[in-house]
């Protein structure tokens, strides 16, 4: 489990520098890390919460710019209410 955590800590280092972001919020990050871990993971976010972030974190647990090896490339699926955020971005614009 150390080696799990260390990989996770690298991941998060790497993913940050990608993003040019300092470090993810705590939802992101425990997102991330179950979704790496295997385990289903429900967000339940608002708009602009960081969802796709959390969910794109979890892929670098796998994948690493360069890294092309086929048992690294994974699937996360992730369904959102598409028509809500449409919704609200309409309702933003209009107002």
């Not at 602009?48 to 996360?76: E, R």
């Amino acid at each position: 489990t150390t080696r799990r955590y260390e990989a996770a800590q690298s991941t998060l280092f790497t993913f940050c520098q990608v993003f040019a972001i300092d470090n993810l919020y705590p939802h992101q990050e425990e997102a991330g890390q179950n979704i790496f871990k295997g385990i289903s993971t429900i967000m339940d976010v608002p708009t602009g919460g960081g969802k796709t972030i959390a969910f794109w974190y979890s892929l670098f647990y796998h994948w690493w710019p360069g890294n092309v090896d086929k048992d690294s490339q994974k699937i996360v699926l992730v369904v959102e209410p598409l028509v809500a955020l449409l919704e609200e971005q309409a309702k933003t614009l209009n107002e």
